[in-house]
């Protein structure tokens, strides 16, 4: 039996509502106690971790990543995308299904779980996809998904515009029991769109992409939740209107949830302009993190601001911010979307959307949300664990005894700085190079193994 002692942490597990300095100790991968040094025994093998002065967490779990296999290995692979989680301090991803072939057949689900069990360093849950080929024309065989071990659908990357066809879809998820993840874009609206449509789209000459388009498909996943009871989870949102429809469906209790991504709470529609325009004037929001001396710099129509939602306006990043703070966004996920470096290094019309996120997800939020004095660390910890986890019916996400030990420490005040030529990703498409970050993982465990620890 292997062993392993954590002294002198910050305890913080917001499923058992704990917040305390404690010992955690770790045997034969499981949890095995938690409590005051001293109230129970410690075998005298016991490896032993001084951690002091930082927090010891669940595993913290990412709900939205592409790792790109089978078929997109020269953007990323299971192997380095859990390298990468492991550093951002992530024990459990959520792999999305659009990948060539896409994870439609319980066959493709198998594939996946062999190279997971034989390449990942951190535990991957698979979902399947809504339709075949995500093509949104014909439903997957949701039943035989299920069977085959997925933990929930999505079309992510595309939306079912067919909205009878979405509808069944919801209700054979009901009948399987597993969540419908939903990419919300609806098509007509948004056109050959490649950026947030309003002043700076008009300035830099793009075809701009309303917020209309996402706010669309919100409501109308509130009104299928509402009607067929099946719990509706809306991806990456971006939008202050979104927002508005998803806290009062939420009022009403429909079973719809969201999730925020780091990029869409951090930069604005204005990065695409470069980031003399980017930094605003009166030191507010992420302006006075950086001395004016220390601020990364990028030029106008850099693809790595280019993803899918776009980035919108400062307007839209309060909002969704204010929408973290009071509860109407449970989860943050990175889409994580790993891209060769040729194919980013186009036009900004022609570069696909989607940039890395598995390593700066953490600071990125621990700038925004409790640095900044939004939130308590606790509840930030819960965006990252127990909410994913009863979202997605994960037995993760608690450092209650007898659970796999599944364990971040971090240190929320550690500073750095990111650097994407020492990303463990095999893509670099990230665009937080060169910027200074606060908080980082010191620790990550999965099931009583050490996958990463920062010196």
């Given at each position: 039996?292997?062993?392993?002692?954590?002294?002198?942490?910050?305890?913080?597990?917001?499923?058992?509502?704990?917040?305390?300095?404690?010992?955690?100790?770790?045997?034969?991968?499981?949890?095995?106690?938690?409590?005051?040094?001293?109230?129970?025994?410690?075998?005298?093998?016991?490896?032993?971790?001084?951690?002091?002065?930082?927090?010891?967490?669940?595993?913290?779990?990412?709900?939205?990543?592409?790792?790109?296999?089978?078929?997109?290995?020269?953007?990323?692979?299971?192997?380095?995308?859990?390298?990468?989680?492991?550093?951002?301090?992530?024990?459990?991803?959520?792999?999305?299904?659009?990948?060539?072939?896409?994870?439609?057949?319980?066959?493709?689900?198998?594939?996946?779980?062999?190279?997971?069990?034989?390449?990942?360093?951190?535990?991957?849950?698979?979902?399947?996809?809504?339709?075949?080929?995500?093509?949104?024309?014909?439903?997957?065989?949701?039943?035989?998904?299920?069977?085959?071990?997925?933990?929930?659908?999505?079309?992510?990357?595309?939306?079912?515009?067919?909205?009878?066809?979405?509808?069944?879809?919801?209700?054979?998820a009901r009948m399987f029991d597993l969540p419908v993840l939903d990419h919300c874009q609806d098509y007509n609206l948004v056109s050959n769109g490649v950026m947030h449509e309003g002043y700076w789209s008009a300035f830099l000459g793009l075809p701009g992409w309303p917020a209309m388009g996402e706010e669309m498909i919100v409501v109308r996943n509130i009104l299928l939740a509402e009607?067929?009871?099946?719990?509706?989870?809306?991806?990456?949102?971006?939008?202050?209107?979104?927002?508005?429809?998803?806290?009062?469906?939420?009022?009403?209790?429909?079973?719809?949830?969201?999730?925020?991504?780091?990029?869409?709470?951090?930069?604005?529609?204005?990065?695409?302009?470069?980031?003399?325009?980017?930094?605003?004037?009166?030191?507010?929001?992420?302006?006075?993190?950086?001395?004016?001396?220390?601020?990364?710099?990028?030029?106008?129509?850099?693809?790595?601001?280019?993803?899918?939602?776009?980035?919108?306006?400062?307007?839209?990043?309060?909002?969704?911010?204010?929408?973290?703070?009071?509860?109407?966004?449970?989860?943050?996920?990175?889409?994580?979307?790993?891209?060769?470096?040729?194919?980013?290094?186009?036009?900004?019309?022609?570069?696909?959307?989607?940039?890395?996120?598995?390593?700066?997800?953490?600071?990125?939020?621990?700038?925004?949300?409790?640095?900044?004095?939004?939130?308590?660390?606790?509840?930030?910890?819960?965006?990252?664990?127990?909410?994913?986890?009863?979202?997605?019916?994960?037995?993760?996400?608690?450092?209650?005894?007898?659970?796999?030990?599944?364990?971040?420490?971090?240190?929320?005040?550690?500073?750095?700085?990111?650097?994407?030529?020492?990303?463990?990703?095999?893509?670099?498409?990230?665009?937080?190079?060169?910027?200074?970050?606060?908080?980082?993982?010191?620790?990550?465990?999965?099931?009583?193994?050490?996958?990463?620890?920062?010196?």
């Amino acid at each position: 039996m292997t062993s392993l002692l954590l002294t002198g942490g910050r305890v913080i597990d917001p499923a058992n509502g704990r917040d305390e300095t404690a010992d955690l100790l770790i045997q034969d991968g499981k949890i095995s106690a938690v409590g005051k040094a001293g109230t129970f025994e410690v075998p005298s093998s016991a490896e032993r971790r001084d951690v002091s002065g930082r927090v010891v967490c669940p595993g913290l779990i990412d709900s939205h990543v592409h790792l790109r296999e089978p078929g997109q290995s020269a953007k990323e692979t299971i192997a380095a995308g859990t390298r990468a989680a492991a550093i951002g301090g992530f024990t459990s991803l959520v792999c999305m299904p659009n990948t060539s072939p896409s994870i439609d057949s319980p066959s493709t689900v198998a594939l996946v779980q062999d190279k997971v069990e034989r390449q990942a360093v951190v535990n991957v849950f698979v979902t399947g996809a809504i339709t075949k080929g995500i093509a949104g024309e014909e439903l997957a065989p949701i039943g035989g998904l299920k069977a085959a071990g997925v933990v929930a659908i999505t079309d992510d990357g595309h939306c079912v515009q067919n909205n009878e066809l979405m509808r069944r879809a919801c209700e054979y998820a009901r009948m399987f029991d597993l969540p419908v993840l939903d990419h919300c874009q609806d098509y007509n609206l948004v056109s050959n769109g490649v950026m947030h449509e309003g002043y700076w789209s008009a300035f830099l000459g793009l075809p701009g992409w309303p917020a209309m388009g996402e706010e669309m498909i919100v409501v109308r996943n509130i009104l299928l939740a509402e009607t067929t009871g099946t719990p509706v989870h809306c991806q990456h949102i971006s939008s202050a209107r979104s927002l508005q429809w998803l806290r009062r469906a939420k009022q009403r209790n429909v079973p719809v949830t969201a999730e925020a991504c780091p990029h869409h709470f951090t930069l604005t529609d204005a990065a695409v302009a470069g980031s003399d325009k980017f930094w605003p004037a009166d030191g507010k929001g992420l302006a006075h993190f950086f001395p004016d001396d220390n601020r990364p710099q990028w030029p106008a129509y850099d693809t790595l601001f280019k993803m899918n939602p776009p980035l919108r306006t400062p307007a839209d990043r309060e909002a969704i911010l204010d929408a973290l703070t009071d509860g109407t966004l449970e989860i943050i996920g990175s889409d994580h979307a790993p891209h060769c470096n040729y194919e980013k290094e186009v036009e900004f019309d022609a570069a696909p959307f989607g940039i890395t996120g598995l390593e700066t997800e953490l600071p990125l939020s621990l700038m925004q949300l409790y640095h900044s004095g939004r939130m308590k660390l606790p509840d930030v910890i819960a965006k990252f664990t127990v909410n994913p986890a009863r979202l997605l019916r994960l037995n993760k996400g608690t450092l209650s005894v007898g659970a796999e030990a599944d364990v971040t420490v971090l240190d929320p005040d550690r500073e750095w700085i990111y650097r994407n030529e020492e990303s463990a990703s095999k893509s670099r498409n990230c665009p937080f190079d060169g910027w200074p970050m606060r908080g980082r993982a010191s620790l990550t465990i999965v099931g009583g193994k050490i996958v990463h620890e920062q010196e």
